[in-house]
């Protein structure tokens, strides 16, 4: 139930560290939940991960994330997403950081995938 929910949407979405952090957070503590263990038994997450033989949902979301990729790169030129991820805004931008767009993450998420 909670897979589903929290994969919604991931193609698109730009993770932060802060974001990667707590998605894993929460599912080790449903995890520990399902096994009945707290976090004073001291039960590494790599052994309750590895008893209940999952990967991390942040690597199922670098999985969508290329399955998106790969699937916008086959599209006609004339959809929508495809336009989205070529266009390029025009005039002055703000004077602080700019906010990391999709296609600045994408980049990133070749060289560094989580």
Known sequence: MTVPTRLYGSEVLV?????????????????????????????????????FGIYSINNKIHHYRSNWEQYLERMHNNRIPKQSLLYALAGK????????????????????PW
Do not use: V, Y
């Open 15 to 51: 993770p932060k560290s802060k974001d990667i952090r707590m998605i894993k957070t929460g599912e080790m503590s449903f995890l520990r939940c399902l096994i009945g263990a707290r976090r004073m038994d001291k039960i590494r997450n790599e052994d309750i991960c590895q008893d």
């Open 93 to 112: 931008r703000d004077r602080r950081r700019p906010r990391k767009c999709w296609n600045e993450a994408r980049i990133g998420h070749c060289l560094n």
